[in-house]
T-cell receptor, first 108, second 113 residues
């Protein structure tokens, strides 16, 4: 069946450092969504990418969708303690399959 | 606040029992999704309903069933509970299908003893 993997599983960074999480799907996706889940909270939608090679920015966050529409990345520039949480990609074919998530810890 | 409500917030029960989790979607949303999140695990898609009809199925066990009612609220029934069913169960809703962003409820934490 369709699988969506993310690496790394965990990332600890010093505040101000950059962070990147990578998402890979076993199948070609129609689109990909990204969600953030704060500790003890529920997933919150961040963005959706639809086009091959698409790049979108939200302040310090940059999202990319691969040319083959099978991979994606999220890059955070100059992390802050408010960035702490687990970041999930979710690949869409006929259903939305969530990736394994990357847990980000930011040390002040 | 996402606008999606889930009850109860916490549920503690014993093995072999049956429980029902309830979800009310955001006003106007036709799709409801159920997910299971075990400790330190990702989100496992269970099932999706759209306007009362089952739309997609994920890794939902035969002991689990769900339905969406005419008022669009949904219930997830878990029976013959096992220790491994202990998890956080999220409901999410969206306006249409999976191409729309999903709004998650606060979750129901199920503990099976």
């Amino acid at each position: 069946g369709q699988q969506v993997m993310q690496i790394p599983q965990y990332q600890h960074v010093q505040e101000g450092e950059d962070f990147t999480t990578y998402c890979n799907s076993s199948t070609t996706l129609s689109n990909i969504q990204w969600y953030k889940q704060r500790p003890g909270g529920h997933p919150v939608f961040l963005i959706q990418l639809v086009k091959s090679g698409e790049v979108k920015k939200q302040k310090r966050l940059t999202f990319q969708f691969g040319e083959a529409k099978k991979n994606s990345s999220l890059h955070i520039t100059a992390t802050q303690t408010t960035d702490v949480g687990t970041y999930f990609c979710a690949g869409n074919t006929d259903k939305l399959i969530f990736g394994t998530g990357t847990r980000l810890q930011v040390f002040p | 606040d996402s606008g999606v409500t889930q009850t109860p917030k916490h549920l503690i029960t014993a093995t072999g029992q049956r429980v029902t989790l309830r979800c009310s979607p955001r006003s106007g949303d036709l799709s409801v999704y159920w997910y299971q999140q075990s400790l330190d695990q990702g989100l496992q898609f269970l099932i999706q309903y759209y306007n009362g009809e089952e739309r997609a199925k994920g890794n939902i066990l035969e002991r689990f069933s769900a339905q969406q009612f005419p008022d669009l609220h949904s219930e997830l029934n878990l029976s013959s509970l096992e220790l491994g069913d202990s998890a956080l169960y999220f409901c999410a809703s969206s306006a249409g299908g999976t191409t729309n962003e999903q709004f998650f409820g606060p979750g129901t934490r199920l503990t099976v003893l």
